[in-house]
């Protein structure tokens, strides 16, 4: 299948900072991409690039055929954009603001209502379309945001971390948006720091951090970088210190790498059975109780941690 984007040796830079560092990669149509990536990696640079928002300072990207630099309009008419701010007017309700967007990709009268229909039906909406926006929740905001990067029917979604800030049954409704818009032919480049959202998702993942693109490739070809390692993933109480029992847990026969993300730790050892007593013996010692445990098999945070020694939530 042909690549819709392909990026090749993309850089932005401000001044001495480097915040997007050579990077390459290409989506094929009809599949979700993910860029997987702390806050501050380089993820919403990249999409900004992308759309034309901002210049690269090296490097080239194409889309359907069109540079980002020399054919910004054409790259525009094949794209939507999905930004992590929402693009709304709060007054207006959810068929006011589909027109109003609307009229911006130049659509108009009979097509316009038309498809402002089939938009609402897509991000199911259509009870609820004649309803000012701010009576909405947060996560039926998000999908009027959605609606609007879909009025023009673009060849390729970009949606920059869209379940930002949300409830779980929100992003819940957002995640099957995504699947039932690609069901139906979407092309769709999705950035998350959310390691489950990326493994529900995706075809294939790109990982990002500080600004480079560290690995790309399906679930299974990167768990398999991790190689026969376990992840014991420890959650402590607020009012224990997660970064002492990290520290303590760093100097264990076994253990890898321990790195603290939300009061958990993540604990990466070749056996996580094997690793458990001494774990557990070791923050008994230091009076830190241990709410739960669960023990995972590789995943995508742990190939992030593996890669960076760092986890992917700081």
């Keep these: 299948m042909p690549a819709i984007l392909e990026v090749h040796n993309l850089q932005k830079k401000y001044g001495d900072f480097v915040a997007v560092k050579g990077i390459s990669f290409a989506i094929e149509q009809g599949e979700i991409f993910s860029l997987l990536g702390p806050n501050g990696a380089g993820k919403t640079t990249t999409i900004s690039i992308l759309s034309t928002l901002y210049a690269p300072s090296g490097g080239e990207a194409t889309i359907a055929g069109h540079s980002v630099r020399s054919a910004p309009m ?8 999905v930004p992590q701010d929402l693009a709304l007017y709060e007054d207006l309700t959810a ?7 609307g009229q911006m990709y130049g659509l108009g009268g009979a097509a316009l209502n038309q498809r402002a229909n089939e938009v609402l039906a897509q991000i199911g909406l259509t009870d609820k379309a004649n309803q000012r926006v701010k009576t909405y929740s947060g996560g039926m905001k998000r999908r009027v945001n959605i609606g609007i990067g879909l009025l023009h029917r673009p060849r390729l979604l970009f949606m920059d971390e869209p379940t930002v800030g949300i409830d779980p049954q ?9 699947k039932n818009l690609n069901q139906q032919g979407m092309t769709v480049l999705y950035t998350t720091h959310y390691m489950e959202e990326a493994q529900e998702l995706s075809d294939r993942v790109g990982i990002i951090d500080h600004g480079e693109l560290i690995a790309l490739g399906t679930q299974d070809e990167l768990t398999r970088q991790v190689g026969e390692t376990d992840t014991l993933l420890l959650h402590i109480s607020q009012d224990q210190d997660a970064e002492t029992l990290a520290t303590a847990l760093r100097g264990l026969p076994g253990v890898s790498l321990a790195e ?6 993540s604990v990466v050892t070749p056996s996580a059975e094997e690793a458990l007593a001494g774990v557990v013996t070791k923050a008994n010692e230091i009076g830190i109780r241990i709410r739960s445990l669960d023990i995972q098999e590789p995943n995508l945070e742990a190939v992030f941690l593996h890669l960076t020694g760092r986890a992917l939530r700081d």
Excluded at 74 to 81: L, P, Q, Y
């Design 74 to 81: 054409d790259v525009r008419r094949a794209i939507g954009v």
């Design 95 to 101: 068929r006011e603001n589909l027109a109003f967007w």
């Design 170 to 178: 929100s992003r819940r409704a957002i995640l099957d948006t995504v």
């Design 260 to 265: 603290v993300s939300d009061q958990s730790i």
